[in-house]
């Protein structure tokens, strides 16, 4: 006879689910009216269990790992078939056939560089995972109302965070350095950070050299006369055709740098101070789309860079 497998208790499967769609053990603990403590003691109950973090404790906080979002989903749907099961509303024949997983278009603002160097490559994957999930691209470098005036359901931001009106959630980090194409100067790399005084440093409106300089103890203000751009793919296909040394963004990056057609300069670690955040307002009607694809992001920045 099959042995059900135990199953944690349903509190702990409640409030780890909050922790991680709230991104705060505080915030998950005043709407399940528990402690801070309480919360915390039932998230280290479950890391015990599965034996692997599921939350990376650093100091701003406690930030869950890409298992974690995708444990929570998990969850999530579950809890969401119990609440079903209970409601009164929900039993009967019709009721039970419009269970059916039914088909969800969402439409996704996001920059036309991001969307085709990193998540339009990664797209078959999403679709074998959520295929009653279709996901309409919208690119554009304006932010997106999502509201019903502009048809946008979620948002993939690059920035500080901050946005009113929003939910927004960090989904990935992002490294910065420099490249050039092997055709600039003749291959002729600087061999010393110093050195990029006597180089052509290209501009990108939003992505400034000078934090990137600071952070490797170099001092140089922003290149005046520069060629400035305003969007990053005019700055990067610049920077492969020789015109100058651009500071790329480790996603956009990847597959120039494994064909050849861009080299990374140095192997100096700097993680810039914007990020790449998910953003969808609370009272969607689609929440359910969207927290997949939030739990699919953060998976995929869990995967190696490309």
Same mark, same amino acid.
């Given at each position: 006879?099959?042995?059900?497998?135990?199953?944690?208790?349903?509190?702990t499967l409640r409030a780890f689910e909050?922790?991680?769609?709230?991104?705060?053990?505080?915030?998950?603990?005043?709407?399940?009216?528990?402690?801070?403590?309480?919360?915390? &003691?039932?998230? =280290?109950?479950? /890391?015990?269990?599965?034996?692997?973090?599921?939350?990376?404790?650093? #100091?701003? @906080? %406690?930030? !869950?790992?890409?298992?974690?979002?995708?444990?929570?989903?998990?969850?999530?749907?579950?809890?969401?078939?119990?609440?079903?099961?209970?409601?009164?509303?929900?039993?009967?024949?019709?009721?039970?056939?419009?269970?059916?997983?039914?088909?969800?278009?969402?439409?996704?603002?996001?920059?036309?560089?991001?969307?085709?160097?990193?998540?339009?490559?990664?797209?078959?994957?999403?679709?074998?995972?959520?295929?009653?999930?279709?996901?309409?691209?919208?690119?554009?470098?304006?932010?997106?109302?999502?509201?019903?005036?502009?048809?946008?359901?979620?948002?993939?931001?690059?920035?500080?965070?901050?946005?009113?009106?929003? &939910?927004?959630? =960090?989904?990935? /980090?992002?490294?910065?350095?420099?490249?050039?194409?092997?055709?600039? #100067?003749? @291959? %002729?790399? !600087?061999?010393?950070?110093?050195?990029?005084?006597?180089?052509?440093?290209?501009?990108?409106?939003?992505?400034?050299?000078?934090?990137?300089?600071?952070?490797?103890?170099?001092?140089?203000?922003?290149?005046?006369?520069?060629?400035?751009?305003?969007?990053?793919?005019?700055?990067?296909?610049?920077?492969?055709?020789?015109?100058?040394?651009?500071?790329?963004?480790?996603?956009?990056?990847?597959?120039?740098?494994?064909?050849?057609?861009?080299?990374?300069?140095?192997?100096?670690?700097?993680?810039?101070?914007?990020?790449?955040?998910?953003?969808?307002?609370?009272?969607?009607?689609?929440?359910?789309?969207?927290?997949?694809?939030?739990?699919?992001?953060?998976?995929?920045?869990?995967?190696?860079?490309?």
């Amino acid at each position: 006879m099959h042995k059900r497998p135990h199953l944690p208790p349903l509190q702990t499967l409640r409030a780890f689910e909050a922790a991680v769609r709230l991104a705060s053990f505080t915030r998950a603990a005043d709407e399940l009216a528990l402690t801070q403590g309480a919360v915390s &003691q039932h998230v =280290r109950a479950l /890391e015990a269990r599965l034996g692997t973090p599921l939350f990376a404790r650093e #100091r701003s @906080g %406690a930030v !869950p790992t890409p298992r974690a979002h995708e444990l929570a989903l998990q969850i999530r749907q579950g809890l969401n078939v119990l609440e079903r099961a209970f409601d009164p509303l929900t039993h009967g024949a019709s009721r039970a056939r419009g269970r059916m997983r039914e088909s969800v278009r969402l439409t996704v603002s996001v920059l036309p560089p991001f969307a085709d160097r990193w998540l339009t490559p990664r797209l078959d994957r999403f679709k074998r995972k959520y295929p009653h999930i279709e996901l309409v691209l919208r690119k554009e470098a304006a932010l997106a109302r999502l509201d019903r005036r502009d048809g946008v359901d979620v948002a993939l931001r690059y920035g500080p965070g901050a946005w009113p009106g929003v &939910q927004a959630e =960090r989904f990935m /980090e992002e490294e910065i350095f420099p490249v050039m194409s092997p055709v600039y #100067r003749n @291959g %002729a790399a !600087p061999r010393r950070f110093a050195d990029l005084a006597h180089c052509t440093l290209l501009k990108h409106r939003a992505q400034p050299w000078e934090p990137w300089f600071q952070a490797v103890g170099l001092d140089l203000t922003e290149p005046r006369g520069a060629p400035r751009f305003d969007d990053a793919r005019g700055l990067l296909d610049a920077a492969e055709q020789g015109q100058g040394i651009a500071l790329a963004r480790a996603s956009l990056v990847a597959q120039a740098l494994r064909e050849g057609r861009l080299v990374r300069l140095w192997k100096r670690r700097v993680t810039d101070i914007y990020a790449h955040f998910v953003v969808w307002r609370a009272d969607s009607p689609k929440r359910e789309a969207i927290e997949a694809l939030r739990a699919w992001l953060h998976s995929e920045a869990g995967r190696r860079a490309g």
